[in-house]
């Protein structure tokens, strides 16, 4: 991919590890539906949608105010003293109530209604994220199990080839055994790590791609 020559010098870092994943599906979803972006949007939403059908129901209801004023007066900054006003002139209090009753009862109910229906479409959006989050938290968990599954297997066939090449090259150098023999379980070793590669590579991606729809950063994976 790179367009290397095949004489170039390549240094390779890292290495295609196993790391367990120990979460269970319960888990792994309750972790997608709090660290999910589009989940925690979702839900967002259908709050607002909530406290603005709340705010058009207000109008189907009277509006009622209160308030309170307080006065000081006095002939300096501190307000304390007045030569020219009363002891009852210098404090007084107010206390205020006032209702409102606008009559709009088509429109008003008419919007209330259709924030309500805004409502309705916001959680229904809202189910729809959390199972398509879901789907891809057991996709993601599916594949990972099944790489993990592969490796073991993949394990296995690489000691059981190499015993093999060793068998064969044992018999070759003791010239009981041909050539092609040997070239043939040495194919059987590469062909086996390649296999031990691909399904170590298949699982570090499923498990990103898991963490991914948890919504959460793996650290852990991140290439230095």
Not at 67 to 84: E, I, V, W
Not at 125 to 134: R, S
Not at 155 to 167: D, G, Q, T
Request: aromatic content about 8%.
């Amino acid at each position: 991919m790179l367009n290397l020559p095949l004489e170039a010098p390549v240094e390779y870092v890292g290495e295609l590890t196993y790391l367990p994943f120990g979460l269970t599906l319960n888990e792994c979803l309750d972790r997608a539906f709090k660290g999910r972006p589009d989940v925690y949007i979702g839900q967002k939403s259908v709050q607002i949608a909530e406290k603005d059908q709340k705010i058009t129901g207000s109008g189907l209801y009277p509006q009622v105010g209160a308030d309170y004023n307080y006065y000081k007066k006095g002939d300096d900054a501190t307000l304390r003293n007045s030569n020219a006003l009363s002891n009852n002139s210098k404090e007084a209090w107010t206390v205020g109530a006032s209702a409102s009753w606008t009559f709009q009862w088509g429109s008003t109910y008419n919007q209330y209604k259709s924030a309500g229906e805004n409502v309705t479409k916001m959680r229904a959006d809202l189910d729809n994220t959390k199972l398509n989050a879901g789907f891809e938290v057991k996709q993601g968990l599916l594949n990972q199990r099944e790489a993990a599954d592969r490796i073991g297997v993949a394990k296995k066939s690489v000691e059981a080839a190499r015993e093999s090449y060793r068998m064969a090259m044992a018999r070759y150098q003791a010239q009981v055994g041909t050539n092609t023999d040997l070239l043939t379980a040495q194919a059987a070793v590469s062909t086996s790590e390649a296999q031990l590669s691909q399904a170590l590579s298949d699982y570090e991606t499923a498990l990103s791609t898991l963490y991914v729809a948890m919504g959460e950063k793996n650290t852990a994976l991140e290439i230095h």
